[in-house]
C-alpha cells in the first residue's frame, strides 16, 4: 500500500477504498441474511424450493446491465420502491453507496448461496440428531455445530463474494453512475483511465486489483488448509 | 422408573406398531429381530428422531409423546449411541465427551466426567481429534458422551455392529461393565443374539414392524418356535447367587490353587433352587478390586451337558445338577425326509427347579424360594437313538453333568 500511494492519485486512492468498502459491507451483510436461506434450501422439501433455487442462480446468467437497469428503475426517483423509500423519508437508492451495495449482494448471491447450502447440508443429518440427543437446541446446535462444520463452505462463500464486488462493473455503473469521490469503485476508475489514454494510472490501479485479489487467495488456501487435519473423516 | 410406548409409525415397508411396558430396574432390554424387521426404527421413534410418529411414550412420569403433542429430542433426558460412532469432527474427545453433560442442568450431574474417563480408561485419547482414534475407541467415547447426559434412559442402535471383531471384544465388557455400575434402563438394538445372551436381561423380539414376542432372554431362547432362535448352538443362561459361605467348605484345596497362581473357585447357588455350582471364574471376574457381585449370570452350552439317570461318581465333572425332564420335542419339524434318514433330533427341556412337595433326593429338597422366581430350565439336544436307550419320558427325573460353564 505504501508503494501504491506513491503512484496512485488521491482520486484512485479513494476508488480503491470505497472498492473495498463495498465488498466488505456486502460480502458481510450477504453472508448472514444468506444462512437462514441456505439452511433452509438445505433442510426444506417444499415444492417451493426449485424456484428459490433458480432466483437465486438468475443474477449468474442475466447480463449486469440488465440487472442495473432494472433496479435502477426500481430503486430511482421514479421506481416504486424508490418512491417509498423517499416517502419514509430515507432517500431513494439510485446513485448512492446503499444502492451500489444492494446491487453487489444481488450480484453475488448465486455465488454466496450455493456453497452454504452445501455445506449446511453436509453438516446437517446426523450431526444435528446427535446434537439433539445430547440436548442441544436448534439454535445452539447450528451455533455450535453446523457453522464450525460448514466454515470452509461459508468462507468460500465469502471470499467469492468479496473478489466478485472487486472486479464488478457494470451493473455498478448503472446504479451508482460513475461519481468521483462518492460512487466510482475502482473498475470503473481504470475504465475511465483507459478512455483518457492514461495507461500508466490504469496499469498501477490494475496491479493493485491483481495483488489484493492474490493476496486474498492465498490467504484462503493457508486457511483452508488448517482447517483440514480436523475437518478429515 | 417405568417406561411406557404405545406407539405407531406408517413406514415405506411395514407399519411399525409398538405397545410394551419395561418394569422398574429393567435392566438391558435387547430388542431383537432380523435385518429391516423395524428395530431401529422403534428406536428412533422412542427418541423422537421419527416426527412422524403418533401414540404415547412415558418415562419416569414424563410425557415424551401424547397424540400429537411431542416433546423435542433435546428435552428428552435420553442417550443415543448410533450405529456408526457419532462424534463431532471439529471438537476433540474431551469436548465431545462434555458436550452433552455442559447442558443438562446441575441437579441432574449424577455421573461425572471424571469418574467416567477413570472408568472407562480414556485419560490418554481426551486430546485427540475423533479422526485420530480406531472405530472401537470412537464407539467407547460416543457411549461415555451420551452417558455423561445423565438419561433416564440408554438407547443404544446396534453400537458393536460396524465394528470388527477385536474392537467388539474391546466393547463388550466395558459395556458389561458400565450396565452393572450405573443401573439405569437400556434399549439395546441387536440382531447378534451372541450380544443378546451377553448383554440383555430381557428381550423384546421383533418382527415385519411388530413385537412379536417378549420376556426374559433365558426364555425366549428356549422358544424355538420363534424367528431367529434356530441357532446350531442354543446358549442356556441361569441366574444364580453367590455364596459366601460355602466358599471354605465345598473348597479345601482353596489355598494351594492360590498359591499355585490359578483363579479359586466361587460356589452359587441357583436363584429359585438350593442346587449348587463350582465356578472358576475368568482372570477379569470379579471386574474390580473390592467390587462384590452377589448376583451373577451364568451361560452353559446345551453342547457342554450330558444327561444321566443317577448321578454320577468318580467322574471329572464335578457340577451335577438334579432335574426334571419338562418337555421332549422334535427339532424342526418342518425338515421330516432328512430327519428320518440322519435320526431325529429332539429338543430336551429340563427344569431345575422343582415344587417343594415332590420327592427329591435330598441334596435338592429344601427348596425355599421356587415359587417366587421363575423356573429355571436348561435345554439340550438328544438323538432319537439317545432318548430311545435311555427310555427318556417327559415329568422324569434325572441328573445333568455340566463339563462349561462361564461367567457372564
Not at chain 2, 422408573?1 to 413406514?11: A, F, G, P, V
Not at chain 2, 418394569?23 to 429391516?36: E, H, I, Q, Y
Not at chain 2, 485419560?123 to 457411549?143: T, V
Not at chain 2, 435311555?390 to 462349561?404: F, H, I, P, S, Y
Request: hydrophobic share 45%; charged share 15%; proline share 5%.
Amino acid at each position: 500500500m505504501v508503494l501504491s500511494a506513491t503512484v496512485l492519485s488521491p482520486q484512485d486512492l479513494n476508488a480503491l477504498w470505497l472498492t473495498i468498502k463495498l465488498a466488505v459491507i456486502s460480502t458481510g451483510l450477504l453472508l448472514m441474511l444468506s444462512a437462514p436461506l441456505a439452511w433452509w434450501l438445505a433442510h426444506s422439501r417444499s415444492g417451493l424450493k426449485v424456484l428459490i433455487e433458480a432466483l437465486v442462480t438468475l443474477p449468474m446468467v442475466l447480463p449486469p446491465t440488465v440487472m442495473g437497469f432494472y433496479l435502477l428503475m426500481l430503486l430511482g426517483p421514479e421506481g416504486w420502491l424508490g418512491r417509498a423509500l423517499e416517502q419514509w423519508g430515507i432517500g431513494h437508492l439510485a446513485f448512492s453507496f446503499s444502492g451500489m451495495v444492494l446491487a453487489s449482494m444481488i450480484f453475488s448471491l448465486p455465488f454466496v448461496v450455493p456453497p452454504m447450502q452445501n455445506a449446511f447440508a453436509s453438516a446437517g443429518g446426523r450431526m444435528l440428531e446427535l446434537a439433539a440427543t445430547l440436548g442441544a437446541s436448534r439454535m445452539d446446535a447450528f451455533l455450535h455445530v453446523v457453522l464450525p462444520l460448514s466454515r470452509r463452505g461459508v468462507l468460500s462463500a465469502g471470499v467469492l463474494s468479496f473478489a466478485h464486488t472487486l472486479g464488478e462493473f457494470g451493473m455498478i455503473l448503472m446504479i451508482g453512475g460513475n461519481i468521483p469521490g462518492s460512487t466510482q469503485v475502482a473498475s470503473i476508475a481504470i475504465y475511465d483511465h483507459v478512455e483518457s489514454m492514461n495507461y500508466a494510472a490504469a496499469h498501477s490501479l490494475s496491479l493493485v486489483l491483481i495483488l489484493l485479489s492474490l493476496l486474498l487467495l492465498v490467504l484462503v488456501f493457508a486457511l483452508n488448509r488448517r482447517f483440514t487435519p480436523q475437518m478429515a473423516g | 422408573m417405568t417406561i411406557s410406548c404405545r406407539i405407531n409409525l406408517q413406514r415405506a415397508a411395514f407399519c411399525l406398531q409398538a405397545d410394551f411396558e419395561l418394569p422398574v430396574n429393567s435392566g438391558v432390554t435387547v430388542l431383537f429381530g432380523r435385518s429391516g424387521c423395524g428395530k431401529t426404527s422403534l428406536l428412533r421413534a422412542i427418541a423422537g428422531l421419527e416426527p412422524e410418529t403418533v401414540g404415547e411414550i412415558r418415562v419416569n412420569g414424563q410425557s415424551w409423546l401424547n397424540g400429537g403433542q411431542t416433546m423435542p429430542v433435546q428435552h428428552r433426558s435420553l442417550g443415543y449411541v448410533f450405529q456408526e460412532a457419532s462424534l463431532f469432527p471439529h471438537l476433540n474427545v474431551r469436548r465431545n465427551l462434555l458436550f452433552g453433560f455442559q447442558r443438562i442442568p446441575d441437579q441432574r450431574r449424577r455421573i461425572s466426567p471424571d469418574e467416567l474417563i477413570a472408568l472407562l480408561q480414556l485419560e490418554s485419547l481426551l486430546d485427540r481429534y475423533p479422526a485420530e482414534l480406531s472405530g472401537g475407541q470412537r464407539q467407547r467415547i460416543a457411549i461415555a458422551a451420551a452417558l455423561l447426559t445423565n438419561p433416564d434412559l440408554l438407547l443404544m442402535d446396534e453400537p458393536l455392529a460396524a465394528l470388527d471383531n477385536t474392537s467388539k471384544g474391546e466393547i463388550l465388557p466395558y459395556l458389561n461393565r458400565l450396565c452393572s455400575r450405573f443401573s439405569l434402563p437400556i434399549i439395546y438394538v441387536t440382531h447378534s443374539l451372541e450380544e443378546a445372551v451377553v448383554l440383555g436381561d430381557q428381550m423384546l423380539l421383533m418382527e415385519a414392524g411388530q413385537i412379536i414376542a417378549r420376556g426374559a432372554i433365558s426364555e425366549l431362547l428356549h422358544r424355538t418356535e420363534l424367528p431367529g432362535m434356530q441357532g446350531e448352538t442354543i446358549p442356556n443362561l441361569l441366574d444364580a447367587v453367590v455364596e459366601p459361605a460355602a466358599e471354605s467348605a465345598l473348597q479345601p484345596d482353596s489355598q494351594q490353587d492360590l498359591e499355585a497362581g490359578s483363579m479359586p473357585h466361587v460356589t452359587m447357588r441357583l436363584k429359585g433352587t438350593s442346587q449348587l455350582l463350582c465356578v472358576t471364574p475368568d482372570r477379569d471376574w470379579p471386574l474390580e478390586e473390592g467390587e462384590i457381585r452377589e448376583e451373577v449370570r451364568l451361560r452353559i452350552e446345551a453342547r457342554d451337558l450330558i444327561l444321566s439317570h443317577h448321578r454320577l461318581e468318580g467322574t471329572s465333572c464335578e457340577n451335577q445338577l438334579a432335574v426334571r425332564i419338562d418337555k421332549i420335542a422334535v427339532e424342526s419339524p418342518q425338515d421330516d425326509m432328512l430327519l428320518q434318514q440322519a435320526g431325529a433330533c429332539y429338543r430336551v427341556t429340563l427344569s431345575l427347579a422343582f415344587s417343594a412337595s415332590d420327592s427329591l433326593p435330598d441334596s435338592v429338597g429344601s427348596v425355599t424360594d421356587a415359587f417366587v422366581y421363575p423356573a429355571q430350565k436348561l435345554l439340550l439336544r438328544l438323538t432319537q437313538q439317545q432318548i430311545h436307550r435311555m427310555q427318556l419320558r417327559e415329568g422324569q427325573d434325572a441328573w445333568v453333568l455340566v463339563n462349561k460353564i462361564s461367567l457372564l
